[in-house]
């Protein structure tokens, strides 16, 4: 009896131990993937973590706990809006992939997970250390190198936040096409709540580092104009091909646009949820 108890502690274990990833219990996943009291999982464990220096040209932040806790953060927000568990899709876009904020946690996916970026040195060190991930790279304002109808949920994260309008509408029309009917598609944007705490918090407003007059010109835009604000930064995307700054979007533009086309129907539960129809 008491062998058979060793046994079973050890089998206890051995599956404690196993990266069953996300293919196992969700919410245990995330748990193991936040570095609680600076406690990292043995090497396979989890997905590697990006150097300081990559982390914060993508995210601001230099520590893995940090990039750890935003990233179950958005995949938690993303669980709870989605029509359906992302981790049942037989094909995920992940389209401004950086260096896997989001991609690290699908590690052990079944399906097909693609990363998409414009920036070569994120693409570089996710096809390096994400095994799960197929990542392509991408060229400003060209359309995305996928053919039509081919991912059954698509999500971006911190894209369509920092757009400007012409930008915004070229990329949507392509996630249109490569989306196939009845996908979902999860797009993240500053909305009027984000720019209601960038004029009333002085650490957001100190980070964006925005004049308070563009604030002010975005919040009257997202009151009585189309609903639309862009305003240029020098970032680190910032180019002759690429102009990148601080998007603020209203819900009524939203509605209006996105779920304007026949192709699409904008979800009643979720701004930022739509699917396509067509």
Known sequence: MKAMAGEIKAGAAVLEREPAGIAGDFDRWLERNLLRDGIVPAEGEIAPFPPADLMHNTT???????????????MRA????????????????????????????FHGFGGRYVGMDVDPRHIAWVAENLAHVEAVLTAPRKPLPSPADSFDAVVSVSVFSHLSEKDHLFYLAELARVARPGAVLLLSIHGARALERARGEARIFEMLSIPRPALDAAAAELAAGPGYAFILQNGHLTSAAYDYGITFVSEAYVRAVWGGGSRWRASPSALFTTSRTS
């Open 60 to 74: 601001g932040l230099t520590e893995p706990r940090d990039f750890a806790s935003h990233g179950v953060d958005f």
């Open 78 to 105: 993303l669980e709870r809006i989605s029509p359906r568990p992302l981790r049942t899709c037989p094909s995920i876009l992940d389209f401004g992939v950086g260096v896997g904020r989001l991609a690290r946690l």
